[in-house]
């Protein structure tokens, strides 16, 4: 079975966390999941250009085209 995507508000939190020099350990912990899907995401942004802060005005479904 596939794995479920994330919300788009978790990716956030997931590259604010990154943002605040945690671990993908940490982050994976804090967020429930492995740090190896937490690389991927990581990965899937640093591909589309973005970080945190992202852009102002950013939307969730330009988020989710950008990441996805």
Known sequence: MPAERLSMRQVKEILRLKANGLSNRQI???MQMSPG???RYLQRATASGLNWPLPEGMSD????????
Do not use: A, I, N, T
């Open 28 to 30: 994976g912990k804090s």
């Open 37 to 39: 899907s937490v690389c």
């Open 61 to 68: 479904k330009w988020l989710r085209v950008s990441v996805f």
